[in-house]
């Protein structure tokens, strides 16, 4: 790291590309059904930006474009063809804690397929700023339909004297999209200033004012809400608010239809250990609620902790059980590595793997964790530095290396480019022979032939060792 100047954590280095993606450093390399991480290193203090695909052992498998934001990178389904995701464009980190750009889908050929935008005369809190496409760093989810639900912000005015600011102040307003792929076409917009009866600005955790957000001015809008998840539910839609803690159900007309709300309930009773706020990836499983049946779950990675509320509370996955009919909540599970906490003040996701077991990215942080399904923890990944605690386990630095997002998730790569070759002279009039194959998941072994311009021999059949193989013929 050192001999880089300005890296903050030991980088890779190979002879047939020019990727520099980091070391891994792996607490007990567990390796389920589902083989690769899934994750996008970036902030001002990662080396390389870019999409990442590397397997349990920190060996590469897929660098992505370099020097690009990649934001919630992972594998979805489309049409029930496997695809590759991901956001770039115009990040304003934290306290904003936003963006305005486009989302990729790449086939397993890694061919750029689909590019989904969202157009239009938003305003952003820096004035004049315009952008080709407006989608927000916060979420991508495919539906079955193979429409992609994602978020957006929009600075505008509002009153708020209920909160002590202006009659004409300024608020960022959270919006929904379902984006038809392929034409762009808006199938459904939802706008949380439309619901302030239902989601009223006093119901914020984020005091006006907070950090310099008084709402006098454009640059001083007031983030309220904060949504940073959608994904399908009953029909309609189920949003995250980080700043009202809540989980909220909202039909095809945009009305609420219940809150889940992680300090008092909402319009729930909270069991012993639900509790949330400052929640990432919020998910309903199943989205659609059997007839028979007045329960879900809910899980979610629980940030509990912000830049105002400073490491209080460490962030942790939870899994609970939502009761609609007695409108109670119990909690499943809680996934804490207890001798190592993790306090987040951003970011994050949870997922379910096949095998039962839990992968939780932590966001702000980049360690990267694996969980029994009842709460043991099984592996840790760091990809980046941290700041640790004296008592253990790490907090958010003001300067952070992160990953929004990370997965554990089955892949198969079949690039049209060809492999990388890079072959040198070395000792006893041999050659060192280096070959790569960026995104190849189905090599086994590599043949080398050499002679002259008319008449090649087999000099060696080498096994693939890691992203790069050296042979020496």
């Known amino acids: 790291a050192d001999s880089a100047g300005n890296a903050t954590w030991p980088y890779q280095r190979f002879k047939t590309m020019s990727f520099t993606p980091p070391y891994l ?20 203090s990662e080396y390389q930006l870019a999409p990442l695909i590397m397997d349990m052992e920190g060996e590469l498998v897929w660098n992505g474009p370099l020097h690009e934001h990649a934001f919630g990178f992972g594998v979805q389904d489309y049409l029930g063809e496997p695809v590759l995701v991901w956001w770039n464009g115009t990040v304003y980190p934290e306290p904003v804690g936003r963006g305005n750009g486009v989302v990729y889908l790449f086939n397993s050929s890694y061919e750029q397929i689909y590019e989904v935008m969202l157009p239009g005369n938003f305003l ?60 762009n076409n808006v199938l459904f917009s ?39 998840a959608v994904s399908p539910y009953d029909g309609g839609y189920l949003i995250s608010s980080r700043f009202l803690c809540s989980a909220i159900a909202i039909g095809t007309d945009g009305r609420v239809k219940w809150r889940l709300e992680g300090r008092n309930g909402g319009d729930f009773t909270l069991g012993n250990g639900t509790d949330f706020c400052y929640q990432h990836d919020v998910r309903a499983v199943p989205e659609q609620p059997s007839s028979t049946t007045s329960t879900f779950i809910l899980h979610m990675h629980d940030n509990h902790n912000s830049p105002i509320d400073n490491n209080t509370v460490p ?48 966001g702000w942080i980049p360690v990267l964790e694996e969980f029994t399904h009842d709460g043991q923890i099984l592996s840790t990944i760091q ?18 290396t992160l990953s929004y997002r990370a997965f554990k998730q089955p892949w198969v790569g079949c690039p049209i480019l060809p492999p990388s070759v890079v072959a040198e002279r070395a000792a006893n009039d041999s050659a060192a022979v280096y ?30 060792q890691g992203f790069e193989t050296l042979a020496y013929v």
């Open 25 to 44: 450093e792996i607490s007990n390399k567990y390796r389920p059904a589902e083989g690769y991480l899934f994750f996008a290193p970036d902030g001002a």
């Open 435 to 464: 070959v790569s194959w960026n995104g190849a998941t189905e090599v086994e072994a590599w043949e080398i032939y050499g002679g002259n311009t008319t008449e090649l021999a087999r000099l060696a059949v080498v096994p693939k």
């Open 124 to 183: 952003e809190q820096v004035p004049n700023a315009t952008f080709p496409s407006n989608i927000d760093v916060h979420e991508i989810f495919i539906t079955k339909d193979g429409s992609m639900l994602v978020t957006a912000n929009n600075v505008t005015q509002a009153n708020l004297t209920s909160v002590g600011g202006p009659a004409h102040g300024w608020v960022v307003a959270a919006l929904v999209y379902e984006i038809e792929i392929g034409t």
């Open 383 to 400: 990809f980046g530095v941290a700041e640790a605690r004296p008592e253990g386990g790490f907090i958010s630095p003001l300067v952070p």
């Open 315 to 362: 962030s942790s996955g939870k899994s609970l059980s939502v009761d609609l009919t007695s409108k109670h909540v119990t909690l499943i599970q809680r996934y804490l590595n207890v001798s190592g906490p993790i306090y987040s003040t951003a970011q994050g996701n949870y997922q379910p793997l096949r095998d039962g077991s839990v992968f939780i990215g932590h």
């Open 190 to 228: 939802w706008n949380s200033l439309d619901h302030l009866d239902q989601l009223p600005f006093t119901d914020s955790v984020y005091p006006l004012g907070s950090e310099g957000y008084t709402g006098q001015t454009q640059p001083q809008a007031w983030g309220y809400f904060h949504i940073n």
